[in-house]
């Protein structure tokens, strides 16, 4: 059987083995997923004691997914841009590819899932670490008529303009800005990609931003109650929130079907996922 496995640290919550396993079913595909622990400082032999392993290939979540880029023979474009990998491929060449699926999760979560429009409107991005660079090549390319980029460090979030303005659509507005300084604007749209809800925080992002018709979407989730930015928005009487579940059943989805060259039908899996 064709061996594949998530590989993080820590690693004991991951719902991959999960999902993968139901793709597996639904597909018909045989093959195993397991979530394993890797060490920080050895993930670079680790991984090639899985490819003598015969392992063909792996999924990789925090705090590996800038290591696993490194150590990609090739990249992606998507992967290239995110300076990130979430999925290898260990081709039978002896070569290692290095892809990133977290970007096209969000955007078919929220496009084919949600049905939010994303060209021509106002988007808030909450944060500027690893995650959020995974997802701005995607959301870019939905065309949002404006991408602002707040973040408590703002020179992260400066950064992060500067290295994707040159590649956003003509029309697309891109910027930085500190929380104090996001003003009374409202947005349409609202993606929470920072950690603060690892300890049940939110972002210092002013009510005034949120309007009647404002969207929230967290890209962490919570199969027990609703993460911390979820509920700020449910308190404040957003239009629509989501937690980023179907981000996460999505860009498994993407690994997949890079690996199996088969799509599986990822709505019956989120409401597996979301019973139990
Ligand atoms: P990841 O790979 O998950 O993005 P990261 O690179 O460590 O992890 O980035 C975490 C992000 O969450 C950062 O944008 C961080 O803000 P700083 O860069 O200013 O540290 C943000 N973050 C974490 N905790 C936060 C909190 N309590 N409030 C606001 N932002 C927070």
């Not at 892809?99 to 899932?113: A, C, P, Q, S």
């Not at 009510?207 to 700020?232: H, R």
Request: with cysteine; charged share 20%.
């Amino acid at each position: 059987m064709d061996k594949y496995a998530v590989v993080g640290n820590p690693i004991n919550h991951s719902l991959s083995p999960r999902i993968h396993s139901l793709f597996a079913a639904e597909t018909n595909q045989q093959l195993e997923y397991q979530a394993l622990e890797l060490d920080p400082d050895q993930f670079e032999h680790q991984v090639a004691e899985l490819i003598e392993a015969g392992f063909k290939g792996i999924n990789i979540t925090v705090p590996f997914k800038e290591k696993a880029w490194a150590i990609a023979d090739k990249l992606s474009p998507r992967a290239s841009d995110a300076g990130a990998v979430n999925t290898l491929i260990f081709q039978d060449d002896g070569l290692i590819a290095g892809d990133n699926t977290d970007g096209i999760g969000l955007t078919r979560d929220m496009i084919t899932n949600h049905h939010i429009l994303i060209k021509h409107r106002k988007i808030l991005v909450l944060g500027a670490g690893g995650a959020v660079r995974g997802i701005l090549g995607p959301l870019l390319a939905q065309k949002p008529g404006l991408v602002t980029i707040t973040n408590r460090t703002v020179a992260k979030a400066d950064e992060l303009v500067e290295q994707f303005r040159p590649g956003s659509i003509d029309n697309t507005e891109i910027q930085s800005c500190s929380y104090e300084d996001l003003g009374n604007e409202k947005f349409d749209l609202i993606i929470n990609g920072t950690s603060a809800g690892l300890h049940n925080e939110v972002p210092p992002i002013p009510d005034e931003l949120l309007g009647i018709n404002s969207i929230c979407y967290d890209m962490m989730y919570n199969i027990e109650k609703p993460t911390a930015f979820v509920q700020w928005a449910l308190d404040r009487g957003a239009l629509r929130q989501f937690d980023g579940l179907g981000m996460l059943v999505e860009q498994a989805a993407e690994a997949f079907f890079i690996w199996r060259g088969i799509r599986p039908d990822t709505q019956e899996v989120l409401a597996t996922l979301r019973q139990n």
